[in-house]
C-alpha cells in the first residue's frame, strides 16, 4: 500500500500562486508515476497534470489543456514528494485537489482510472 498526503491549498485571490504537495510513504518502489487531478463542486473529477520517473530521474510530465503553462509538476530529489506550482490562479482553478500515485505499467495517465491509489484532497479556492 501506498499513502498519499496532500498540503498546500488555501484561499487566493485570482492572479496569485500557491504550491501545493503531495508526500508518499509506504511502499513507493512499486510506484512510478505521480499526479493531480482537480474536483469542482458538482463537477467529475478531473485530470491536471502527471508525471512518471525511471531509476530515480524524471522523464515524462503532461498537463491538462486548461493548465499548461501555468501549472508545473515537479518530484523532490529525495523522490518522496510531488510538488504542484500553480501560478495565475483564476476563479475556474477552484476545487479540491488530490494527488494520486500508479503502479509500475499503468498507461494513459491522464485519465482516474489509471492511478491506484489517492490522497483525501486539499481545497483550493481562488476569489475573482
Known amino acids: 500500500q501506498v499513502q498519499l498526503v496532500e498540503s498546500g491549498g488555501g484561499l487566493v485571490q485570482a492572479g496569485g500562486s500557491l504550491r501545493l504537495s503531495c508526500t508518499a510513504s509506504g511502499r513507493t518502489v512499486t510506484t512510478n508515476s505521480m499526479g493531480w487531478f482537480r474536483q469542482a463542486p458538482g463537477k467529475e473529477r478531473e485530470f491536471v497534470a502527471t508525471?512518471?520517473?525511471?531509476?530515480?530521474?524524471?522523464?515524462?510530465?503532461d498537463y491538462a489543456d486548461s493548465v499548461q503553462g501555468r501549472f508545473i509538476i515537479s518530484r523532490d530529489n529525495a523522490g518522496s514528494a510531488v510538488n504542484l506550482r500553480i501560478n495565475s490562479l483564476e476563479p475556474e482553478d477552484t476545487g479540491v485537489y488530490y494527488c494520486a500515485a500508479a503502479l509500475y505499467g499503468r498507461r494513459s495517465l491522464d485519465q482516474v482510472n489509471s492511478y491506484d491509489y489517492w490522497g483525501q484532497g486539499t481545497q483550493v479556492t481562488v476569489s475573482s
Open positions: 508525471t512518471r520517473w525511471k531509476s530515480g530521474r524524471t522523464y515524462y510530465a
